[in-house]
C-alpha cells in the first residue's frame, strides 16, 4: 500500500512539474556519485516517466529510499531480537534503529524531504539528505562502531546512503 501511495505521488508530481519536460542527463547525476556504477543502475531502471525532469525523477528515488529505510528498520528490528545475549550489540542496534527511525530517524527525513520537494524547497531537500547520510554515518560508525557486524546492516546502510546521496546530487541540479 505504503508502495502505492508513492507511485501515485511520483505520478502527480510528474505531471504538476510537466513544464521543465526536458530530459534528465542520467550520466551528468551519475558522475558525481561516489558510486557511479550504482547510481546508473538505480537511475536507469526508472520509468520513463520519472525521466523526464529532475523533480520527477527525485520524487521517484525518495519513493526508492522510503523503501530502503523501511526495509533496513525491519532487519534492524530482527537483529535486536537475535542479539539478545549480546548486550553491547544489541545497544549497538538499538542505536540504529533510533537512526533509522521516524521520529528523528531517516525515516522521518524522507517524509520531510518529500514535502520539501513538493513545496519546490530544494534546499531544504537537500538537508534532509544530509542529514539521513549522517543518520547512516551514526549507525555504522558513531558511538559503538561495529566493525565485526557480519550482518548485512552495513550493505543495508550501504545502500541508504548512496540513494540519499544521489537524491542530494539531483537537489543541487535543482537548485542552479
Partial sequence: ??????????????????YATNDVDVQAICKKATKPYFCLKLLNSTPESAREDLVCLASYTIGVLSTDVS??????????????????????????LSRFGTDDGALGEVAQALQLLKDMDYNGVNMHMSSVMSDVDDCISGDSPSNDDTSMLPKHADVVNQVAQIILIISNMLLN
Fill in 71 to 96: 526495509n533496513t528498520i525491519s532487519l534492524i528490528t530482527k537483529l535486536i531480537a537475535q542479539s539478545v545475549s549480546y548486550p553491547k550489540k544489541q545497544n549497538h542496534y538499538k542505536n540504529c
Fill in 1 to 18: 500500500m505504503a508502495r502505492f501511495s508513492s507511485l501515485v505521488i511520483v505520478f502527480l508530481l510528474c505531471v504538476v512539474s510537466s
